[in-house]
């Protein structure tokens, strides 16, 4: 029953709209609809289009996570991540930022 519950809660804090927009700005459309990119929460995305993203590992959804606060005490209403990446990023394995 625990296990429901977390996914629930994961999908409600999903933002999708930017999951879907880097996916498929970042990736060919068949590696983009495997959603290796989860965004959750507020985010502010700059120069996704100038940087690079270079997955040393087998894609997988959810691979790199963006703004997932694992942490209790921040308030989830009041924070907001910023990705700017204008160089290259290498992801190794699976991944969690912000």
């Keep these: 029953m625990r296990s429901i519950k977390c996914i629930i809660t994961g999908i409600r804090e999903l933002n999708l709209f930017s999951t879907i927009y880097l996916n498929f700005i970042t990736f060919?459309?068949?590696?983009?609809?495997?959603?290796?990119?989860?965004?959750?929460?507020?985010?502010?995305?700059?120069?996704?289009?100038?940087?690079?993203?270079?997955?040393?590992?087998?894609?997988?959804?959810?691979?790199?996570?963006?703004?997932?606060?694992?942490?209790?005490?921040?308030?989830?209403?009041n924070c907001l991540t910023k990705w700017n990446i204008s160089g290259t990023l290498y992801v190794y394995g699976r991944a969690s930022i912000g």
């Design 28 to 77: 060919p459309f068949k590696k983009a609809v495997r959603f290796p990119i989860l965004i959750f929460g507020k985010i502010s995305i700059k120069n996704a289009r100038k940087g690079k993203m270079v997955f040393n590992c087998p894609l997988k959804t959810g691979t790199l996570q963006i703004g997932k606060s694992g942490l209790g005490f921040l308030d989830k209403k």
